[in-house]
């Protein structure tokens, strides 16, 4: 077999244990990828630069950009496609970055099976969103700067996902925390988004400090900080359990934060305080399945690590529950999606924590979700935009008839994520679902039913987003002071949207059918191997369809044929779940009483202590070695001026007087 | 070019400028200006092509001068630099042109002319150049003292025009602060002097001779701290920082600039350059306490900031926390902590310089330093904004931005000898984020609550030449460092050796690693 014997001779040296990494070095197209960044990073460049000289065509400028990184990201992935499967990891060094001793530094990137179809969902989609926002962001003021943002967030998050060491890595993981954070605040006069943006921020930084630590983990325990050495070493079985699995803890650290898992998911829902093209490219299709992409990049550090891999399980389990349960509750349309988001996310970190068979179904679902939920998002931009800005579905009711295309466009993406066949969700999802069950032992059951659990309130909760918003009665007039004339988007916007629902139909089945995903992935992520099941594929199937169509019944019952108040019920009229999922299952009132509070008080103690107590004991010192404090408070005479200055002089005395005796 | 003697040509200048300039009528305050500003980008250039002609690959001081002063006592004008006393030489040569710039209409509001404001900016830098150039003991405490005098009337006499009292205050708690950190490090300097008298035969202060003795452990702890309290207090580390937040919120724009950018620069490299390689058993003795110390101040300084309502005093607390990791750099021993620390002070008089210089745009716009006058500046003032968040992402140490460099390498340098240190130093890094973010969202963002800065106009002209070199240095460093670390690495890794210090290894050995690239 040529490729295990590639491997061996390039291991030559490694102990007997083997699993050298190798990549190869660039060539041809594969030298131009620094291009991908450079596009868009340049077309950031220029619109800030430029300033307001770019306002006319600054969003043509941005969106040419993005597609233009996208051509190269294809041409690169159709080069990728004609190398031999063995050989296409492909890296190249760009410059050295800081380069101290032991520890060298340098940027440099790597074109994968998996960086490769990053590339392309994250320029495709980027691209798609971008026509989009030239006919969303059209009476916008400020309509050039997000052009500007959006090309640096592509940037910056190519920089992630082609970044061939840790540290190239962290810079783009940062990066598009710093996009995000500058998207989230666009309209920064708002008090909401402002906040909304630090949170986002602080959060992902709590995050960032796990994902810090793991590389300085790994650099100080192999000296490096490249992918091909330390994957190398935790393959080859060098590196020590404990080590191994902080590491793979502080790097899910760093997941969590960036993708919105429990614990750190509360900022999610908030940002989307930024512009709806932004909630679709960043906090749904893009930036936060990044700790998606980290947990499958570092599979050679997972593979090894049961631990670490159950705690991947349990937090993907929990924020899939969590994300699903509060989105039953929110009225806001964006909100419902973006607890969708943090479930669906919780979907993933199941499947990449199932190991080795569930690394290409998490990145397949990722992928599948990147274009129903964009979809999705996109939509609910066009209804937002029809309706004045309202997003309160309550507010909604009847549309499909105003909005055909976006109703058409939204409903495929609908189908898609609640899971129908033959529909992009249904593949991925059903998938994960009978891995989860595959795991075997009670575990096994508890992750599969956990999973199976989801995918019915997921039905029931994105079936009463669609009903209220598309069907039923209006509960909006057209007349009196909060009148709506709602109306179909222009094509700049409504063309994405129907491409993406393409998408969103028939991306799952390509993905899953007959493994192709699974097996252009398997030289990153491993070798899924032969599934023992518990429970028959036929079987799990059968159940999904059975509690989804349940959840779609218990939505359909309540909210099309029931009317829908416009009004949402009191607290005291719904139950006690209802009330805590309309609170974030309480997770922004535990950050504050556990975190922001004492916070606040220990900085005040802490303003206190050192005017009065450091301060103080400084100028109590001054005052019992010279009488100094009642010369300093008297210190606006002047007199004490002539003292301070007089004390200088003395003291070049005091040496010259000192250096006599001496030489005396 | 070695023949040059860059580092007398480089004191010269501004100081024949500063004579020039004090000698100027009252009336010439704007030729005062021009020439000051002529000045100081001329030493910049030198500075510059001193820098070129600089062999970083050669170990010991390069255009070393050294000629005998007070013979009796052993004292040269010795002068001579590494690659850490270069950059900041650098640094120094490059913030005075800019702050020359920024203080424009600064330099007549205060109790004396602008012409004396300029004369006292070039004394301040030849003492700021002297002080990294000596490479004699006493030279350098001739100097060190010696940048306090113009200092002081820098904060004392132009600092904020509307509240004299605590000007004055601020202008002498600085000032007697630094003469008891002066007076210890004299004592200190005098022993060392006793101590090259017994051990040489003959006194001096000449540091690569005074640093080939072997001082008994015992008087090395009492000579280690003397220099390190008065570094301590210059740099200024917990807990001797109290000065520091009046003076930089009391100090005209420009003097905070030069006070928190360049000068508070003199403790942490005294401790590279004095303190570790003169009084090493010392410094091994006191690691644990000054490290100790350096985080306490990263969470000590990040709280404390975050409590602050006025504007100055808050970036001048940030800074008690960013100097907590200079110091955690320099005493972790290893050459990337130690390369990261000096890279730090570089880069830390470029990001809070920028800091001082966007926050003293406002203050003179809006004459309040406090936060609650300002709210939803963006609006009026969003280039303003723009140049503020660069500084304050800079400050956070945002991944390609200069900081982040130093930041990294600081810490990671830290991990592989202090681990558990170094954990808790790294989540100093969300503290950071709060400080100096929520700071701008209550300045920049929300609405305009006040009336009167709807009218605020946004950067002029001049205020953009200021700030547009810091920012390309800004993101230029934070891509492509190397330039800089070429110079200071080998200097670091040889202040190390010299006293018994090199990286420890990985744990796990990898046959036929990559250091770099691609294999």
């Known amino acids: 077999m040529t490729p295990g014997l590639a491997t061996t001779v390039l291991a030559a040296g490694a102990p007997e244990h083997g699993g050298a990494v190798h990549y190869t070095a660039a060539s041809g197209v594969f030298e131009l990828s620094w291009l991908l960044i450079v596009l868009p990073l340049a077309g950031a460049a220029v619109l800030l630069l430029g300033g307001k000289r770019t306002d006319r065509f600054g969003h043509w400028v941005g969106t040419l950009a993005a597609a233009a990184s996208f051509v190269v990201g294809l041409v690169i992935f159709i080069a990728l496609v004609g190398r031999d499967s063995s050989d296409r990891a492909v890296s190249s060094h760009l410059f050295a970055w800081m380069p101290v001793n032991s520890f060298q530094v340098d940027v440099g990137l790597l074109v994968d099976q998996l960086s490769g179809v990053f590339v392309l969902l994250i320029t495709g989609v980027g691209t798609l969103i971008h026509v989009y926002s030239i006919g969303y962001m059209a009476h916008d003021p400020g309509r050039r700067r997000f052009f500007a943002y959006m090309n640096l967030f592509l940037a910056s998050m190519l920089l992630l996902v082609l970044g061939n060491n840790f540290l190239v890595l962290y810079a783009g993981w940062e990066l598009v925390g710093l996009s995000s954070y500058l998207l989230i605040k666009f309209w920064e006069y708002r008090p909401a988004a402002a906040t909304a943006a630090n949170k986002a921020f602080y959060m992902n930084r709590v995050g960032d400090v796990g994902l810090a630590l793991a590389i300085m983990f790994m650099f100080a325990t192999v000296g490096s900080t490249n992918y091909e050495d330390v994957f190398g070493a935790a393959a080859g079985d060098m590196i020590g359990y404990g080590t191994i699995t902080a590491v793979a803890l502080l790097l899910l650290l760093g997941a969590c934060g960036k993708s919105g898992q429990f614990p750190l998911q509360a900022w999610l829902p908030d940002a989307m305080e930024g512009p709806t093209p932004i909630s679709a490219l960043i906090h749904a299709a893009t930036m936060v399945t990044a700790g998606v992409y980290l947990i499958a990049r570092c599979a050679p550090i997972f593979n090894e690590t049961q631990a670490a891999r159950t705690v991947v399980l349990i937090i993907g389990a929990v924020t899939l529950l969590i994300g699903c349960v509060i989105g039953c509750a929110y009225d806001d349309i964006k909100k419902v999606l973006a607890y969708s988001t943090v479930s669906q996310i919780g979907y993933m970190f199941l499947a990449v924590g199932l190991g080795p068979a569930g690394y290409a179904l998490g990145i397949a679902h990722l992928l599948a979700h990147g274009f129903f939920k964009a979809g999705l998002f996109l939509g609910s931009g066009s209804v937002i935009h029809a309706m004045n800005d309202e997003q309160d579905m309550r507010r909604y009711g009847g549309l499909r008839r105003l909005m055909p295309v976006t109703w058409v466009t939204f409903g495929l993406g609908y189908l898609a994520i609640i899971g129908l066949p033959p529909f992009s969700g249904f593949f991925t999802k059903d998938k994960i679902i009978e891995t989860a069950f595959a795991k075997g032992g009670t575990s096994g059951y508890i992750y599969g039913i956990v999973a199976l659990l989801g995918a019915g309130i997921t039905a029931f909760y994105m079936t009463r987003l669609f009903v209220m918003t598309f069907h039923g009665r209006p509960r909006w007039s057209t007349e009196g002071a909060d009148a709506k004339h709602p109306h179909e988007s222009p094509l700049s916007m409504t063309v994405p949207m129907i491409l993406l629902a393409v998408g969103s139909v028939a991306a799952g089945g390509l993905f899953i059918v007959g493994g192709t995903l699974s097996d252009w992935l398997a030289p990153v992520v491993g070798e899924h191997g032969e599934a023992h099941h518990t429970l028959s594929p036929a079987v799990v199937t059968a159940l999904t369809l059975v509690v989804s169509v349940g959840g779609f019944a218990g939505a359909f019952l309540r909210y099309q044929l029931r009317p829908v108040a416009a009004v949402a019920p009191a607290d005291s009229e719904v139950s006690l779940l209802t009330v805590a999922a309309r609170r974030d299952l309480y997770a922004n009132t535990f950050n504050e009483v556990a975190f922001m509070r004492p916070g606040q008080y220990l900085t005040r103690f802490l303003v206190w202590f050192d005017s009065v107590v450091i301060d103080g004991v400084v100028r109590g010192t001054a005052a019992g070695i010279g009488g100094l404090s009642g010369r300093l408070r008297r210190a606006q005479t002047g007199y004490v001026r002539t003292y301070a200055l007089s004390m200088l002089g003395g003291t070049i005395l005091v040496v010259g007087a000192l250096l006599l005796v001496r030489a005396g | ?519």
């Open chain 2, 1 to 519: 070019m070695n023949s040059v003697p860059w580092l007398t040509i480089l004191l010269i200048v501004p100081a024949a400028g500063a004579v020039l300039v004090a000698l100027l009528p009252k009336t010439a305050g704007e030729l005062a200006k021009r020439l000051t500003l002529a000045i100081t980008a001329a030493t910049f250039v030198l500075a510059l092509l001193a820098t070129i002609a600089y062999e970083p690959g050669e170990p010991g001081f390069q255009f070393a001068q050294s000629y005998t002063w007070i013979e009796q006592f052993g004292v040269s004008y010795a002068v001579g630099v590494d690659g850490i006393s270069l950059v900041l030489i650098l640094l120094a040569t490059l913030l005075v042109p800019v702050v020359v710039l920024a203080s424009w209409h600064e330099s007549e509001q205060g109790r004396r002319s602008a012409g004396a404001f300029f004369a006292l900016l070039l004394a301040l830098e030849t003492g700021m150049i002297g002080v990294f150039a000596a490479t004699d003991v006493f030279l350098f405490y001739v100097f060190f003292e010696a940048m306090l005098i113009p200092m002081y009337f820098l904060i004392g006499s132009y600092g904020s025009p509307k509240e004299q009292a605590q000007r004055s205050y601020a202008a002498v708690k600085f000032l007697l602060y630094s003469l008891f950190g002066g007076l210890l490090m004299l004592a200190a300097v005098i022993g060392l002097y006793v101590v090259s008298a017994d051990e040489l035969g003959k006194g001096t202060f000449d540091f690569a001779a005074l640093r080939q003795m072997e001082i008994d452990p015992g008087l090395q702890k009492w000579l280690f701290l003397g220099f390190f309290i008065a570094f301590a207090i210059k740099a200024p580390l917990f807990p001797f920082h109290t000065w520091l937040p009046d003076a930089g919120a009391q100090s005209p724009t420009g003097g905070a600039v030069l006070l928190v950018g360049v000068l508070d620069k003199v403790g942490t490299f005294g401790l590279i350059r004095y303190c570790i390689p003169l009084f090493p058993d010392a410094s091994d003795y006191f690691t644990p306490l000054v490290l100790a110390l350096a985080v306490v101040g990263i969470f000590y300084g990040a709280l404390l900031a975050i409590g602050q309502r006025d504007m100055k005093r808050l970036v001048s607390y940030t800074s008690l926390a960013h100097f907590g990791f200079i110091a955690l750099g320099c005493f972790a021993f290893t050459s990337q902590a130690g390369t990261g620390a000096v890279l730090y002070m570089v880069n830390h008089g470029l990001s809070t310089g920028l800091l001082f210089l966007v926050v003293g745009f406002l203050v003179a716009r809006r004459g309040s330093r406090d936060v609650e006058a300002y709210g939803g500046m963006a609006k009026v003032t969003p280039l303003l904004a723009g140049v503020f968040l660069i500084a304050a992402l800079s400050s956070l140490a945002l991944p390609g931005l200069n900081s982040f460099v130093s930041e990294f390498l600081v810490l990671v340098g830290t991990f592989t000898e202090y681990r558990a240190l170094a954990i808790v130093a790294t989540t100093g890094i969300v503290l950071a984020a709060i400080y100096v973010l929520h700071l701008y969202k209550r300045t920049m963002t929300g609405p305009l609550v006040h009336e009167e800065n709807k009218l605020v106009s946004d950067l002029s002209l001049r205020e953009k030449v200021v700030v547009a070199p810091v920012v390309a240095l800004i993101i230029g460093l934070g891509i492509y460092p190397k330039p800089l670390i070429d110079i200071i690495r080998p200097s670091i890794t040889a202040t190390y050796q010299d006293v018994g210090h090199s990286d420890p290894a990985p744990t796990v050995q990898i046959a036929g690693a990559n250091t770099g690239g691609n294999s």
